[in-house]
């Protein structure tokens, strides 16, 4: 009933439009009702016309009047399928826009854990059986009660007696839709579910052709999508063996009540109990039932089929947004920048609520200043710098900005003042231009100029066939690891922002060019901040490299979620910490490898 409610709510706003197609729907349906009729008038005209001479008016007068109904009918017609149909696309339209957009208001922590394949088809697949349902199912709905309801009246006025040996057989249909529908929305959620395993599987495929064709399996990932195909056609044989059986059953069913009709209505004709047009109308009315009786399996089926598939959309949009602003803001919507002052104190996380990933952090890193984060793998750098960003929520006062808690800062303030570059960037499927410039508006070719420089980039762009407006493919499939990272830090620097966080953006340069690109940055983002009215810029880094690392004004050295030490580079050489030892061991390798 929940997924009927909330669709509901997106048709209730299209109620005009709904109720013009509904009555458009009846008045086609009852024009349909006057034929059999007319035909009855018409033949009990021709049976007293045989003993006595009779005017031909009449019947033109009937012709017409079958010829004007089905007419008006067509005109209708038109109009109920132009507005019901019109409304099943215009709330899959709706309904489309309000999934895409839930789905970008979600932590990355939902992207983790949910297959992409799963949510596409979701969003196609499921979407299309609840447009269905909406648009074909509705029609049945309405046309089934209407055809069903005049026919059983005018059966009725026509000859009780034959209507209720007529309506013997009609006791099974409520027997045959309880036993299916249930089995059918069963069935068709399994379906629904192992489409989504092979939309997984083919979008992990694709993403990663490189990898499977590097390591030939490209003849397992076939086999492992024929299985996934093979349970995906048996879920639909087992479906089209219950929906198959409906239509059949109904059929049969109203078979059974033309025979009876045909038995006792034909001896009462004989017998001179019920003329012969009224005869013809009453069987004429008797198959005009043959389509809702058979419409109605047909109509459980798409809407056990759009039900199901509703909930399994309501799946994802019941999925609560847990980043969100506070009531409380203390910033402005008007105040667009802030300032790059960073207060953590006593910091502890959790992903789980159950091991800290980090634990009683504190650091103080001033407007303009530059600070690295180094430490192992697993220390916690990463999710540091995820939660300044409000990536994951940090708990109350535990991180300020400018002395505010970052919750009572805006979300959209908050990253539109923070640039980020993380180890594997996304890059769109289009030009480098536009990556660079994504999410910047008021931007100058000059702008863009000046980012390419400082990122590095300006050799790479040269040999590119199109210079800056080459298009990079699908995540950017036809740059270097390197070449993405460059992409991805202009694209952070160009919206000049007041914060911004390299997190290990340089892995895929050499030593050399790494430290090229990071003084570039360092430089440039100094002249920026003198020259320009932003202010001052905070950095913040991530990476492995000691010759990197030594450049900004602090280190804060990270192990198991702690901070193990902090000072400048001279200063932390010159303890028996874990910086000095990170820092001898990578002399020593550098030794080697000029030895070598």
């Not at 005017?55 to 038109?78: C, E, T």
Request: hydrophobic residues 45%; charged residues 20%.
């Amino acid at each position: 009933m929940d997924a009927l409610k909330n669709l509901y709510t997106y048709t209730r706003k299209y109620k005009y439009e709904l109720i013009a197609g509904i009555i458009a729907l009846i008045l086609t349906d009852a024009l349909g009702l006057l034929p059999p009729w007319l035909i009855k008038l018409a033949i009990d005209y021709i049976k007293k016309a045989d003993s006595q001479t009779h005017s031909i008016n009449p019947l033109i007068k009937y012709s017409v009047l079958i010829v004007s109904a089905v007419g008006l009918q067509a005109v209708f017609r038109y109009y109920w399928r132009k507005h019901l149909f019109g409304i099943s696309r215009k709330v899959e339209y709706d309904l489309r826009n309000d999934y895409f957009k839930h789905l970008q208001r979600l932590h990355w922590g939902f992207f983790q854990h949910t297959k992409t394949g799963d949510i596409m088809s979701r969003a196609t697949n499921d979407l299309q059986a609840v447009r269905e349902f909406l648009g074909i199912g509705s029609v049945i709905i309405v046309d089934t009660a209407v055809i069903m309801t005049t026919c059983l009246i005018l059966m009725i006025f026509i000859s009780p007696k034959l209507t209720g040996i007529s309506l013997l057989p009609m006791a099974l249909v409520s027997i045959i839709v309880l036993k299916f529908s249930r089995e059918i929305r069963q069935r068709f959620e399994s379906v629904q579910k192992q489409l989504s395993e092979i939309s997984s599987m083919v979008h992990e495929n694709i993403a990663g052709i490189r990898v499977i064709q590097a390591y030939v399996q490209e003849e397992n990932e076939l086999n492992r999508f024929k299985k996934l195909n093979e349970q995906l056609i048996n879920k639909n044989l087992e479906l089209t063996k219950i929906s198959g059986a409906f239509f059949p059953l109904m059929v049969f069913t109203t078979g059974l009540a033309t025979a009876l009709v045909l038995w006792i209505g034909g001896r009462e004709v004989i017998r001179g109990q019920l003329t012969l047009g009224s005869y013809v109308a009453f069987n004429g009315y008797l198959a005009m039932l043959t389509w809702p009786m058979a419409a109605i399996g047909f109509m459980i089926n798409l809407s056990q089929r759009g039900i199901a598939s509703m909930r399994r959309i309501e799946e994802i949009m019941n999925v609560k947004q847990e980043i969100y602003d506070s009531q409380q803001s203390a910033v402005s919507s008007q105040q667009s920048v802030i300032k790059g002052n960073i207060e953590i104190k006593s910091l502890t996380f959790s992903y789980t609520g159950k091991n800290n990933v980090l634990s009683d952090i504190n650091l103080n890193i001033k407007a303009g200043s530059s600070l690295s984060l180094a430490g192992a793998v697993g220390s916690g750098k990463s999710t540091l710098v995820k939660l300044i960003m409000r990536i994951y929520d940090a708990p109350d006062n535990s991180i300020f900005i400018n002395g505010v808690d970052i919750k009572r800062i805006p979300l959209k303030i908050l990253r539109d003042n923070i640039g980020y570059v993380e180890q594997e960037p996304f890059l769109f499927s289009d030009t480098i231009r536009e990556n660079i410039v994504f999410g910047v508006s008021d931007v100058t070719e000059n702008d863009i100029e000046k980012t390419v420089i400082m990122a590095g980039l300006e050799r790479d762009i040269e040999i590119f066939p199109h210079g800056i407006n080459t298009v990079i493919g699908e995540r950017g499939v036809t740059l270097s690891g390197g070449q993405k990272q460059r992409v991805a830090i202009a694209r952070a620097i160009i919206k000049k922002p007041k914060i911004l966080i390299l997190d290990d953006a340089f892995s895929n340069l050499d030593a050399s060019t790494e430290g090229r690109v990071f003084t570039n940055i360092m430089s440039s983002l100094k002249d920026m901040s003198s020259n320009s009215s932003i202010g001052d810029i905070t950095v913040i880094l991530i990476s492995h490299r000691i010759s990197t690392m030594k450049e900004a004004d602090m280190i804060a050295v990270m192990e198991n979620g702690r901070i193990a030490e902090t000072g400048t580079h001279e200063e932390l050489i010159l303890k028996s910490g874990l910086y000095n030892r990170i820092y001898k061991k990578q002399v020593f390798s550098e030794m080697e490898i000029v030895e070598e």
